[in-house]
């Protein structure tokens, strides 16, 4: 663009210009045309560069709250079956289930003990004290 505007000035002073310089003069107002043209699509872009960015960081951060949340929910099962496991190490419970008592099923004595034994197997003992 620089040289565009120094041949035209010098046409201005009267100087003689060559058949090259003659048509890019000529051509000075389309190039600067296109020159802003350039300078608008590039501004374009870098603004959808920085949405498309966002887009990907907000869906990160969705991503990492739903594998949160699946976490999560495993880790509250895992502790509901805990409980419901440890319940049937003690003592009323157990009695409960061999008579059918207090809203419990009845469970033969067989499966109680695999209960039972299950349950000393997959629960670690709680310290009530903490």
Same mark, same amino acid.
């Given at each position: 663009? %620089? *040289? @565009? $505007?120094?041949? !035209?000035?010098? #046409?201005?002073?009267?100087?003689?210009?060559?058949?090259?310089?003659?048509?890019?003069?000529?051509?000075?107002?389309?190039?600067?045309?296109?020159?802003?043209?350039?300078?608008?699509?590039?501004?374009?872009?870098?603004?959808?560069?920085?949405?498309?960015?966002?887009?990907?960081?907000?869906?990160?951060?969705?991503?990492?709250? %739903? *594998? @949160? $949340?699946?976490? !999560?929910?495993? #880790?509250?099962?895992?502790?509901?079956?805990?409980?419901?496991?440890?319940?049937?190490?003690?003592?009323?419970?157990?009695?409960?289930?061999?008579?059918?008592?207090?809203?419990?099923?009845?469970?033969?004595?067989?499966?109680?003990?695999?209960?039972?034994?299950?349950?000393?197997?997959?629960?670690?003992?709680?310290?009530?004290? %903490?």
């Amino acid at each position: 663009q %620089l *040289k @565009l $505007e120094d041949y !035209k000035d010098r #046409l201005k002073k009267g100087e003689a210009l060559n058949q090259d310089q003659m048509e890019a003069v000529e051509k000075y107002d389309e190039v600067v045309h296109n020159l802003e043209f350039a300078k608008e699509l590039q501004k374009t872009f870098s603004g959808l560069s920085q949405d498309l960015l966002k887009a990907q960081k907000k869906a990160q951060r969705r991503e990492s709250l %739903l *594998k @949160l $949340e699946a976490e !999560k929910k495993k #880790l509250r099962t895992i502790l509901q079956v805990q409980y419901v496991l440890q319940n049937f190490t003690q003592e009323h419970v157990q009695k409960d289930f061999k008579g059918g008592m207090n809203g419990a099923i009845y469970l033969p004595s067989k499966e109680l003990d695999y209960l039972i034994r299950f349950a000393k197997l997959t629960c670690p003992e709680r310290n009530e004290n %903490l």
